[in-house]
């Protein structure tokens, strides 16, 4: 699996925030889109529609005991992955992805569709099937029913676009705009671990030998694995949109500093996050224990960098009021949930503590000018 | 736009029934996706869908008042569209296949999700815009919302998938499934003009004047509109499935003689079509009273065919039981309703009565390899 995914402004369910990553056409783009968008919205029959564009999925339906939630993510080759990729591995991620944004919901996925574009040349080879396996197999992991989708021949290359559909209960969905100051910041899991992996695998592909390649990463597979096969917290968000206890959400895709930046544009507020908090992955912070390379040397360095501006790691980045959080669990669906922080007025903006001293946490997750190809 | 669609077998919601016209490669790629998705949805929890794989869409929920129905079409540029189209049609036509998906389940489409895959060249230019006003403009016209979507970077190609979400009231989702001997086989609005526009297209694009490409489609602006801009029967779709009539349905996007075998081999039933009852394109069957061009004399002559096997009208073919018939409009939700034939047992096969003769009815609608660029 190739690098970091497109940064969130491209899906336009969450169109909302523009960090000062994106340059003017892009977000003269989504500006044009969402204006259109929203007058086509007014002008239709908007009813049924709960919350649209502008999260991390769209809720709709509104009637009955139940709202459904749904993400589209699309995927092409040599931009969000590449063939020298397992094929299972592309197909595991790019269902993960769009179960990650049901869960970033706080809603519980349960069907999902699966349009692929293939070349003649892969359409006639394992490695579709291969793609259809990691499908469906992270599908039976997380109890989603494939239910439909299409199949197109493309002129050269992969296409995949991984819908799923979730459900809450009514009113129940856990949006980004939800956060107040006082609220407490949490993050589920272990932060870096996906980024580092990237690295290791960059870095791997540059050597020439296969042992040369097998040292590089020896000791280090947990970090790769986590790149190539992230794990959806599919029932810790359930659980904290269905009890109540999470104000707002997002998946961490991009990275902290980039996401945490999103939550508070959506909810007019800012936050203090302390940098002795964030859950740096353990693998990733003791890497050059393990292994005596130069770039786990370097990886182990950097280990707070890569947790908070390091992408796809597909955690969950949630506030919590302060009653809630305490009957907060310490873990959650499996997961462990980590306070990293508090909710504050706006006008404080979004900073880390460290050593006693506060500066501006700036976005820097990701940049795909930089990493595009 | 580009020739025909290709056939529903792509579609791997449809991909119940796979006619001759499909090699191995196709055959066996689609047979191992269902059997995976089987067996991943026995595995995975089941519960609330109702029909998946093997209908126009999917339907799920089943709990409260409401079905749920959704489809997804992936469209690739090069080979279901060129872009030397208009970029308005190109995404005008996008969603009114998908919706044409919906109303063949007797479905109300309610939401939309666009994800699109731009060459940076287009992502920066006038024609992505057209996409999305296209795609909006059809929106409007038939009542859904657009709820979200993808955007993302593509190498080359534009890739659009079209995603629809509908609803049903509970249990009234019209399957192909549902024809009994004995029932009326009806069709609405009139046939074969997308496929006689799409040969006028091609025709006027191998002129090398503009003067010959007018006088090529002179009067016949109808036909190639027809083909660019297909009108989904979403009002006679849904009151179709509300009021009960329909017993079964599909939309006709590969050809009347594709189409209907599909239902008759979902339903397990044979069928009898009356040519002299095809409801020809008025336009195209005075082809050549219009347009004295050669072209025009060609296709009036040869309109039968265009109307029995020719794809993209978007018209919907539908059974409905002797009972209901009686009380069956002659118009419905806009559109004329025209009985074509009859169901009749498997074992009597397909056929059409002409003259007094009655013959083998051949699925001769789409056959991508022949179009297949």
Redesign the interface.
């Known amino acids: 699996m190739r690098d970091e995914r497109?940064p969130k402004e491209?899906?336009?369910?969450a169109a909302h925030s523009l960090p000062g990553s994106l340059n003017n056409?892009?977000f003269n783009?989504?500006s044009?889109?969402k204006r259109?968008?929203e007058?086509?919205?007014g002008?239709?029959?908007?009813d049924?529609?709960v919350h649209?564009?502008g999260d991390d999925?769209?809720v709709?339906n509104g009637?009955?005991?139940?709202d459904?939630v749904?993400?589209?993510?699309?995927?092409?080759?040599?931009?969000?992955f590449r063939r020298t990729s397992l094929s299972q591995d592309i197909g595991y991620k790019a269902l993960a992805v769009s179960l990650s944004d049901i869960a970033a919901m706080g809603a519980r996925p349960?069907?999902t569709?699966l349009?692929?574009?293939l070349p003649q040349a892969v359409?006639?080879s394992p490695f579709?099937?291969g793609i259809?396996?990691g499908f469906?197999s992270a599908?039976?992991e997380f109890?989603?029913?494939?239910?439909?989708?299409?199949?197109?021949?493309?002129?050269?290359?992969i296409?995949i676009?991984s819908?799923v559909?979730g459900e809450t209960r009514r009113g129940r969905a856990v949006l980004r705009s939800g956060a107040r100051a006082g609220d407490h910041i949490y993050v589920t899991g272990t932060l870096g671990g996906a980024a580092a992996g990237l690295k290791l695998l960059e870095h791997a592909r540059s050597l020439r030998t296969q042992a040369a390649r097998a040292r590089a990463l020896d000791g280090l597979a947990g970090l790769t694995r986590r790149q190539a096969r992230p794990l959806p917290r599919v029932e810790c968000g359930a659980l904290l949109g269905e009890r109540r206890l999470a104000s707002a959400m997002i998946d961490l895709s991009d990275g902290l500093s980039s996401d945490l930046a999103r939550l508070c544009e959506r909810s007019g507020v800012g936050a203090r996050v302390e940098a002795a908090r964030i859950p740096v992955a353990p693998l990733l912070r003791r890497a050059n224990e393990i292994n005596s390379g130069q770039l786990a040397r370097a990886l182990a360095g950097d280990a707070l960098n890569l947790a908070l501006h390091g992408g796809e790691d597909f955690e969950l980045l949630f506030t919590v009021r302060p009653r809630v959080a305490a009957r907060l669990p310490r873990r959650l669906g499996g997961v462990r949930l980590t306070r990293i922080g508090e909710v504050r007025e706006a006008r404080e903006g979004i900073s880390i503590s460290q050593a006693g001293r506060a500066e501006i946490l700036t976005p820097s997750g990701f940049d795909?000018f930089k990493h595009?190809r």
Chains 1, 2 share one sequence.
């Not at 009637?63 to 139940?66: E, V």
């Open positions: 497109k491209r899906r336009f369910v056409s892009e783009f989504i044009r889109i259109r968008a007058g086509a919205r002008a239709a029959l908007a049924g529609l649209g564009i999925a769209a709709f009637r009955g005991l139940r459904s749904i993400t589209a993510d699309l995927l092409v080759e040599d931009i969000d349960r069907w569709l349009s692929l574009g359409y006639d579709a099937t259809y396996e469906l599908a039976r109890g989603v029913t494939l239910i439909g989708g299409d199949v197109s021949r493309t002129p050269e290359r296409v676009d819908i559909v795909h595009a």
